[in-house]
């Protein structure tokens, strides 16, 4: 049997095809969103999907994209890092920290700057992913804490944003009094969580003159505290004061030791008229007409309350896409990270979760700029400030159980305060940071 | 000649004897191997681990630490408070268990219609995966739209509504009933089983000498099972003691450590700390008070089986 030449081109195509896929780089990606289920899972991974391959071709990108949780994720890099896998992973900044201290990411400075989209990234974004002086990753999402209130309530009640601590505890203590089945505030309370410290930080940051619990001694080549136990008693107080000053008082004393998922849910379903915030709170609009018609008709956005003497600052949240130190294949891991830190990736990324860009090509497109949410937090990022690139584990523990201690009167705010302080201090001088 | 034969023989038995070793050998080495392995190797490496500083984000700077970490370990508040409430829940799960898995044994086993469906339903709780358990508790808890407190809002007692793992004194109290919640059937089901093994000519015979239900589960029921309360005990002890799905799950051993208990204290060494060395030591701890809590109860089964 002859063998026409038009039956061998399918065979050609079939063999080059084969042959390319066998030559095609594979990766592995940890992308938390992509895994967890939410409203970003879908449209995330049609990107991947869809426009992915486009964008790089000859590089396959395993279809596992890690644990859905992050803490969860941090704990399986931290033992398998060294394995090489994943190649690439999206974190927290806590998380970064300890990736970076652990030596599993690969600095990538001279592929930074050899970038042409390098001068896009604002640059405290980068500043929070700098340490020690190299880079660790790139930003594709930055946001910081807010207070997000009711605007129909303190409209119906005659008030204007609170600016101070003591008005926001009056105005709270107004609505929880007046207003039936509505709290004034709500907080993040739950001993160990992330949330917890992340407001108790933002409200911290502010009496620390915008400076973290701890600071570098370039001399003694160690962290050395970097505050007072009475700033640490006067944060306290505020959370003490949040629960017990005032009849009814500002926080609804049952939802002592409540997680993100509560606060979250009681403000969109209006159970509470104040919280600290950041803006992913947005994607909750899909969770059905009450959360929408509170989420883009009834919420207003301002800056955290101050303290007396205070500074305007809040918690600066930066996620990176870094690269695994011991992946073999960094070039290819390298264009998946410029991929995922595109402006495409990130105009979809972030207008869907309702979160910030860290570029300033993303911040400019009319969908963000045109958007009074986007608008709102963007003009709040410059008081945001980076934790200092310290393993912060136990020290979320001890400041969480500071506050617990405080707002369940184990403790007088002031005591848990020189409490706290000295704990921190010893991790300073046991090295253990 | 004879002698010959004989010797003969004997190297014979000898090497019959050390052939038959040496496959009882064979056979047993690949599962000593996986004992070895998984169970001695990882304990021996914990105990060596517990006298270093090493970290797990550090992991090529460990240092031999001698006692450090076990002295700083037992001065520590939160660890001696963690192994109280790991002793107390213990003892008050494991003996609410028995007790209340006894009376559930007894109400299983009457003959009454439709009996076989609670039967089947009652392990429904040992069959949920615990995760599930745990969310189920949550919801019910939660402040504002949880079961527990829209029903006592319902009959008028809004005033006792709270976030119950997030009280004080109500968390611990949640924890220990969820392990009931999951437990006290599966204990029901083996006692009903071991309950149905014995004679009924026992219980005819103290009805006539005028033993009423009392005595005959005092001194019919209760010895004969107790071999399978043993057993069970035993299981337990371990198993709640080792326990952390539930506290974690539900309160991460908050709130101010009311629930704190050591497998979670040591976990959040190991993993928010990344302090392996002392949270190793930890573990030491544990299995040292848990091989005590599991000799005493076979002290115990010993002394039974001696009667």
Same mark, same amino acid.
Request: charged share 20%; net charge neutral; with cysteine.
């Given at each position: 049997?002859?063998?026409?030449?038009?039956?061998?081109?399918?065979?050609?195509?079939?063999?080059?095809?084969?042959?390319?896929?066998?030559?095609?780089?594979?990766?592995?990606?940890?992308?938390?969103?992509?895994?967890?289920?939410?409203?970003?899972?879908?449209?995330?991974?049609?990107?991947?999907?869809?426009?992915?391959?486009?964008?790089?071709?000859?590089?396959?990108?395993?279809?596992?994209?890690?644990?859905?949780?992050?803490?969860?994720?941090?704990?399986?890099?931290?033992?398998?890092?060294?394995?090489?896998?994943?190649?690439?992973?999206?974190?927290?900044?806590?998380?970064?920290?300890?990736?970076?201290?652990?030596?599993?990411?690969?600095?990538?400075?001279?592929?930074?700057?050899?970038?042409?989209?390098?001068?896009?990234?604002?640059?405290?974004?980068?500043?929070?992913?700098?340490?020690?002086?190299?880079?660790?990753?790139?930003?594709?999402?930055?946001?910081?804490?807010?207070?997000?209130?009711?605007?129909?309530?303190?409209?119906?009640?005659?008030?204007?944003?609170?600016?101070?601590?003591?008005?926001?505890?009056?105005?709270?203590?107004?609505?929880?009094?007046?207003?039936?089945?509505?709290?004034?505030?709500?907080?993040?309370?739950?001993?160990?969580?992330?949330?917890?410290?992340?407001?108790?930080?933002?409200?911290?940051?502010?009496?620390?003159?915008?400076?973290?619990?701890?600071?570098?001694?370039?001399?003694?080549?160690?962290?050395?505290?970097?505050?007072?136990?009475?700033?640490?008693?006067? +944060?306290?107080? $505020?959370? &003490?004061?949040? #629960?017990? *000053?005032?009849?009814?008082?500002?926080?609804?004393? /049952?939802?002592?030791?409540?997680?993100?998922?509560?606060?979250?849910?009681?403000?969109?379903?209006?159970?509470?008229?104040?919280?600290?915030?950041?803006?992913?709170?947005?994607?909750?609009?899909?969770?059905?007409?009450?959360?929408?018609?509170?989420?883009?008709?009834?919420?207003?956005?301002?800056?955290?309350?101050?303290?007396?003497?205070?500074?305007?600052?809040?918690?600066?949240?930066?996620?990176?896409?870094?690269?695994?130190?011991?992946?073999?294949?960094?070039?290819?891991?390298?264009?998946? +990270?410029?991929? $995922?830190? &595109?402006?495409? #990736?990130? *105009?979809?990324?972030?207008?869907?979760?309702?979160? /910030?860009?860290?570029?300033?090509?993303?911040?400019?497109?009319?969908?963000?700029?045109?958007?009074?949410?986007?608008?709102?937090?963007?003009?709040?990022?410059?008081?945001?400030?980076?934790?200092?690139?310290?393993?912060?584990?136990?020290?979320?523990?001890?400041?969480?159980?500071?506050?617990?201690?405080?707002?369940?009167?184990?403790?007088?705010?002031?005591?848990?305060?020189?409490?706290?302080?000295?704990?921190?201090?010893?991790?300073?001088?046991?090295?253990?940071? | 000649?004879?002698?010959?034969?004989?010797?003969?023989?004997?190297?014979?038995?000898?090497?019959?004897?050390?052939?038959?070793?040496?496959?009882?050998?064979?056979?047993?080495?690949?599962?000593?191997?996986?004992?070895?392995?998984?169970?001695?190797?990882?304990?021996?490496?914990?105990?060596?681990?517990?006298?270093?500083?090493?970290?797990?984000?550090?992991?090529?700077?460990?240092?031999?630490?001698?006692?450090?970490?076990?002295?700083?370990?037992?001065?520590?508040?939160?660890?001696?408070?963690?192994?109280?409430?790991?002793?107390?829940?213990?003892?008050?799960?494991?003996?609410?268990?028995?007790?209340?898995?006894?009376?559930?044994?007894?109400?299983?086993?009457?003959?009454?219609?439709?009996?076989?469906?609670?039967?089947?339903?009652?392990?429904?709780?040992?069959?949920?995966?615990?995760?599930?358990?745990?969310?189920?508790?949550?919801?019910?808890?939660?402040?504002?739209?949880?079961?527990?407190?829209?029903?006592?809002?319902?009959?008028?007692?809004?005033?006792?509504?709270?976030?119950?793992?997030?009280?004080?004194?109500?968390?611990?109290?949640?924890?220990?009933?969820?392990?009931?919640?999951?437990?006290?059937?599966?204990?029901?089901?083996?006692?009903?089983?071991?309950?149905?093994?014995?004679?009924?000519?026992?219980?005819?015979?103290?009805?006539?000498?005028?033993?009423?239900?009392?005595?005959?589960?005092?001194?019919?029921?209760?010895?004969?099972?107790?071999?399978?309360?043993?057993?069970?005990?035993?299981?337990?002890?371990?198993?709640?003691?080792?326990?952390?799905?539930?506290?974690?799950?539900?309160?991460?051993?908050?709130?101010?450590?009311?629930?704190?208990?050591?497998?979670?204290?040591?976990?959040?060494?190991?993993?928010?700390?990344?302090?392996?060395?002392?949270?190793?030591?930890?573990?030491?701890?544990?299995?040292?008070?848990?091989?005590?809590?599991?000799?005493?109860?076979?002290?115990?089964?010993?002394?039974?089986?001696?009667?």
């Amino acid at each position: 049997m002859r063998i026409k030449f038009p039956h061998v081109l399918p065979i050609a195509a079939a063999l080059a095809t084969t042959m390319s896929v066998g030559f095609a780089t594979e990766i592995d990606l940890w992308f938390i969103p992509m895994s967890s289920e939410g409203p970003m899972k879908e449209p995330l991974l049609k990107w991947m999907k869809d426009t992915l391959p486009k964008e790089l071709p000859g590089i396959t990108v395993g279809d596992n994209y890690g644990p859905p949780i992050y803490q969860d994720a941090q704990q399986k890099f931290i033992v398998q890092g060294r394995k090489g896998k994943p190649d690439v992973i999206e974190a927290v900044l806590e998380g970064m920290i300890a990736y970076q201290r652990a030596g599993l990411l690969a600095p990538v400075d001279d592929l930074f700057d050899r970038w042409s989209d390098k001068d896009q990234f604002i640059p405290s974004t980068i500043k929070a992913l700098t340490l020690n002086g190299k880079l660790y990753g790139v930003p594709y999402n930055t946001n910081v804490r807010v207070l997000l209130y009711r605007k129909d309530l303190f409209q119906k009640y005659g008030m204007t944003p609170p600016k101070t601590w003591d008005e926001m505890l009056q105005d709270a203590a107004t609505i929880s009094a007046k207003e039936s089945g509505v709290a004034g505030l709500g907080l993040t309370t739950k001993n160990g969580s992330v949330r917890t410290f992340q407001e108790f930080i933002s409200f911290f940051f502010q009496v620390n003159n915008g400076e973290n619990p701890y600071k570098y001694d370039e001399a003694g080549k160690k962290w050395a505290m970097n505050t007072s136990p009475e700033k640490f008693g006067q +944060v306290l107080k $505020l959370y &003490s004061d949040c #629960f017990f *000053a005032g009849n009814p008082p500002a926080v609804n004393q /049952n939802t002592r030791g409540n997680d993100y998922q509560a606060t979250d849910t009681d403000y969109v379903s209006g159970k509470s008229a104040m919280v600290p915030m950041g803006p992913w709170i947005y994607q909750y609009r899909a969770n059905g007409e009450v959360a929408k018609k509170i989420l883009e008709e009834e919420t207003g956005v301002a800056p955290l309350p101050l303290p007396p003497g205070g500074v305007q600052a809040t918690y600066l949240e930066v996620k990176p896409i870094s690269i695994n130190a011991f992946s073999k294949e960094k070039d290819a891991a390298w264009e998946l +990270v410029k991929a $995922l830190t &595109s402006k495409e #990736f990130i *105009a979809m990324a972030n207008r869907t979760e309702g979160v /910030n860009p860290p570029r300033k090509d993303v911040a400019e497109l009319p969908e963000f700029k045109n958007d009074w949410w986007e608008q709102a937090f963007i003009a709040q990022l410059p008081t945001g400030v980076a934790l200092a690139p310290i393993n912060w584990g136990l020290v979320i523990n001890d400041i969480t159980e500071a506050m617990q201690k405080a707002i369940y009167k184990n403790q007088a705010p002031e005591d848990a305060g020189k409490e706290l302080y000295n704990t921190l201090e010893q991790r300073a001088e046991k090295n253990q940071l | 000649m004879s002698s010959v034969l004989r010797s003969e023989n004997n190297a014979l038995t000898l090497w019959q004897n050390l052939s038959r070793k040496s496959f009882g050998y064979a056979i047993l080495f690949p599962a000593l191997l996986v004992i070895l392995g998984l169970n001695l190797y990882p304990t021996i490496s914990g105990i060596l681990t517990s006298f270093t500083n090493q970290s797990l984000i550090d992991p090529g700077h460990s240092v031999y630490v001698g006692l450090e970490n076990y002295f700083k370990l037992l001065k520590d508040p939160v660890f001696q408070i963690s192994l109280l409430h790991s002793l107390e829940l213990t003892f008050f799960a494991v003996v609410l268990q028995v007790i209340l898995g006894l009376v559930m044994a007894h109400l299983l086993i009457q003959k009454v219609p439709g009996i076989h469906f609670f039967r089947s339903v009652a392990m429904i709780t040992w069959v949920l995966p615990i995760i599930a358990s745990v969310v189920m508790f949550r919801f019910m808890t939660l402040p504002s739209y949880g079961f527990v407190n829209i029903l006592l809002k319902d009959v008028g007692q809004e005033r006792l509504a709270r976030n119950w793992f997030g009280d004080e004194t109500f968390a611990f109290l949640l924890v220990l009933i969820m392990h009931l919640w999951r437990n006290v059937p599966f204990y029901a089901v083996a006692f009903m089983a071991a309950m149905q093994a014995i004679s009924s000519d026992l219980y005819e015979a103290a009805r006539i000498d005028g033993a009423g239900e009392w005595r005959q589960f005092w001194f019919i029921t209760l010895p004969n099972l107790r071999y399978i309360i043993l057993v069970m005990v035993v299981l337990h002890v371990t198993f709640t003691f080792n326990n952390f799905d539930f506290v974690f799950l539900s309160t991460g051993g908050g709130p101010v450590n009311a629930t704190e208990v050591l497998s979670t204290y040591i976990y959040k060494q190991a993993w928010n700390g990344y302090a392996l060395g002392y949270a190793s030591a930890g573990g030491v701890i544990m299995l040292v008070v848990l091989v005590f809590l599991v000799l005493v109860c076979n002290k115990f089964i010993k002394g039974l089986s001696e009667e």
